[in-house]
């Protein structure tokens, strides 16, 4: 056993350190990380781009006090998680000061103060805490809100669904799968003036300060700036501007246009975004397709050579990948492992996103690769490298002229069939924030509720891609054989 976890170890290790970026230790820019969807604290507008209370503070405050960002906005859940494994120097996403939360966060001076509360349909009968006994409140995964549903759950008997972004949440409201939403009260409030057919029948509660953090102990130059910046906003009436555009009562920012309700329409506003996040689908499918091949061969190799070692290591990295779902597997590489060589090295080693994906990807497709070259190999009679190594030729040879040829046409058409798996399974690593064509659809549907016809286009799109592709990979095939 210890000899399988040593070697497991062995095999996985250079593979994924491949990806590690080195840590800077003197910073020019910051990487900020916040909510995909959280109106009016960001939000994409109708040009997709994002904007709000929290992109416009703190790209005044990077300016007045001159340092540079690059802001990702991966969703609240995973910007947390992005804070403490180093991905991003500090979170900006209406994050609201609690004690809980200052045990691994240095937070800022406030900027707003929210409370929680609870949002149903309008035609909804639920007017109390009392009344939401045996129904389902929905709530976004690592949220305040969340901490307050939890420790009040025993007194009114709800059941809680935590959901990882807000357009699936308030989706599952509009269709009734869930009685009511837990969420900050100027956000509800903000989707109700949008035109969402909401209400909040009980006074919000209050759960802390919304400020900006910092993982704990690190980046203390950073929460300077932004408090001694957030002053200067202050003192100068620029902090109250951005307030007003986006909450007074006239404000003319809106988080959707008219003409999204069409799928034309859906279709001409966010074609660009809809196309770039087909690009890095395809970029993730191809280049972890062609990684998995050449790892998938040498381990399928393994797996048929005559020594035992070479099969023991390649039985362990099938059994092992195989055994690990790809979402786990994407998310231990992007956040659990630079987490681990900080506190190790105590220095920052984050991953770029794109490069986890691609690596999760690729160990996931090289797994099966390598049992359908084993299945391959083994499908071609032995009598054929009996013969051959009985005429004096060696092992290697008979391999390379005379099994892999056959092999390799018997395996084509599961190639092709492990590419389109490959092709779907990168939906699966945008739970790490990766703003794919399935993540892009999902930010999309933030900003304009419309699931239905959103989810309908995503699925068309994939079906296209996939069918091309396969077209393509059939004729390759024939052609070959
Ligand atoms: N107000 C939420 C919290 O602090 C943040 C969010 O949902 N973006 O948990």
Redesign the pocket.
Known sequence: MKKKILACLLILFPILSLGLAKADTEKTKYVIAS?SS?AP?VFQDSSNQYTGIDMDLIKAIAEDQGFEIEITNPG?DAAINAVQSGQADGII????A?DARKETFDFSDSYYT?N?ILGVKESSTISSYEDLNGKTVGV?N?????TFLTENQSKYGYKIKTFSDAASMYDSLNTGSIDAVM??EP?IKYSISQGQKLKTPIAGTP??E?AFAVKKGSNPELLEKFNKGLANLKANGEFQKILDKYLASDSTTTSSTADETTVWGLLKNNYKQLLSGLGITLSLALISFVIAIFIGIIFGIFSVSPYKSLRLISEIFVDVIRGIPLMILAAFIFWGIPNFIESLTGQQSPINDFVAGTIALSLNSAAYIAEIVRGGIKAVPVGQMEASRSLGISYGKTMRKIVLPQATKLMLPNFVNQFVIALKDTTIVSAIGLVELFQTGKIIIARNYQSFKMYAILAVFYLVIITLLTRLAKRLEKRIQ
Do not use: L
């Not at 690592?142 to 969340?146: C, E, N, R, Y």
């Open positions: 909510d959280f604290f609240f996403a209406g994050m609201s609690t929210a929680t976004k690592g949220t305040a809100s969340q969420d900050d956000v759960i802390g919304t």
